[in-house]
């Protein structure tokens, strides 16, 4: 079981290539919340020596995804049982599924989304993971360790940090969470009484493509001024 966080939300890592990534196998809650998290991107530039110039052309050449980093911590010494009983979950985020193919038809493992409640998400890959064991039982099992999991960005999707499918709430907003069979234009009917004004709603919470709302998504409703 996760630790007690309080009127905190848990931390999660799902699988989202399982069959059913909402069954608990699939989900990694941590046990603790992470202390920081450190968002990165880095953009390409190239740059062409001009002849008789000191500063050459630089042309942007394309943007690296984004990636996110952050130490878990992991500990099972007062109930005895072995550590890697979660942690082995992340491990198989790493590893080879034969099911899954890229585009060039190649094995891959799952993509996978980190999600803190319902302020943001993040949908990646895993691009490197290393545990390291801290404690153990009398009989040898690891009882506690640390691992500093590398996401990389695989979705292209909202704003950052407010990523979809959930929304960051803006101060003073209402929020709305989105359910099976929503769509855009009948929660701006049920909002505000006019389904036209869905544009108004997509607008509002950076919604590129208004037609691909996700069951959970948390939207920012905002008063018609």
């Known amino acids: 079981m996760a630790a007690e966080q309080g009127e905190y939300a848990v931390a999660t890592i799902r699988n989202l290539d399982a069959k059913d990534p909402n069954n608990p196998d699939n989900i990694v809650e941590c046990m603790f919340r ?25 042309l942007f050449s394309g943007g690296d995804a984004m990636t996110l980093t952050m130490d878990l911590f992991f500990d099972t010494y007062e109930d005895g049982k072995d550590v890697r009983d979660y942690t082995n979950k992340l491990w198989k985020l790493m590893m080879v599924n034969e099911d899954l193919k890229d585009k060039e038809n190649k094995a891959r493992p799952p993509l996978c989304e980190f999600r803190w409640g319902e302020a943001w998400s993040f949908k990646a890959a895993i691009t490197s993971l290393d545990q390291t064991f801290t404690l153990f039982h009398s009989d040898g099992k690891p009882a506690r360790s640390t691992l500093k999991v590398s996401f990389k960005q695989a979705l292209k999707e909202g704003k950052y940090p407010g990523q979809n499918p959930t929304t960051t709430a803006k101060p003073g907003y209402k929020t ?18 006019d389904s036209a004004l869905w544009r108004f709603l997509a607008e509002t919470n950076g919604l590129d ?17």
């Open 34 to 58: 992470p202390k920081q998290y450190t968002f990165s991107k880095r953009n390409n530039w190239n740059t062409n020596p001009v002849t008789g110039d000191d500063t050459p052309d630089v």
């Open 176 to 193: 709305r969470q989105v359910k099976q069979g929503d769509t855009l234009d009948w929660i701006a009917f049920d909002e505000y009484g």
């Open 209 to 225: 493509d208004p037609m691909k709302l996700e069951v959970g998504q948390l939207l920012a409703i905002a008063p018609i001024k």
